[in-house]
């Protein structure tokens, strides 16, 4: 296991951020994390330090989880970094951009297969990003050349303030049941907004 930091801890660092920008002292975008910490700690418990995670918008818990020191993820969003988290010393890359993590994350796995590195590749995305084309695409690239990577459906029902399954006139998540073993998908349910915190803070 990566990191020792457990749910309390994730939560009190949320908390923190959030009387942070609620007080107007972030002057850029935050998306709140909470409400996965439970199935966020479980599946880290399978990502070794070699490997590299690619993640979005969302990506605080996945940067504390994978080892990069509470100060500095909290000083990078204070900076106005929170949807850009990236640090290649400890192999996690995030993207603002939707679905913009995914091909990048599958050119890591093939890399680490040319080159036999031992890494695996986890992708975390949401559960709309995970309707779109190029999430098929790329996964079926992963399967047709055995590539090492793991891609984590995080299911909060939502694509910003849009029910993804009504978007698609759905009973279920396409991956809901799905028994494809790169595929890790969990469901949770997020109380707060795409972004902030419920105060209005203009910048």
Known sequence: MITTLTKEDLIAFEEDIASEFNAGHIKAPVHPCKGNESQLINIFKNIKSQDWVFSNWRSAYHCLLKGVPPEQVRRDIMAGKSITLCYPEYKIFSSAI??????????????????????????????????????????????????????????????????????WSAEKNFWEDSSNERIIYYKYSNNLPHAGFGVRVEF
Request: with cysteine; net charge neutral.
């Open 98 to 167: 939707v679905t913009g993590s995914i091909p990048i994350a599958l050119g890591a796995a093939i890399n680490a297969k040319r080159n036999n590195t031992g890494e695996c590749v986890w992708i975390f995305c949401g559960d709309m990003t995970s309707e779109t084309g190029m999430f098929f695409e790329c996964l079926k690239y992963a399967e047709g050349w055995k590539l090492p990577i793991k891609f984590v459906i995080e299911d909060n029902s939502k694509s910003v303030c849009t029910d993804t399954k009504k978007t």
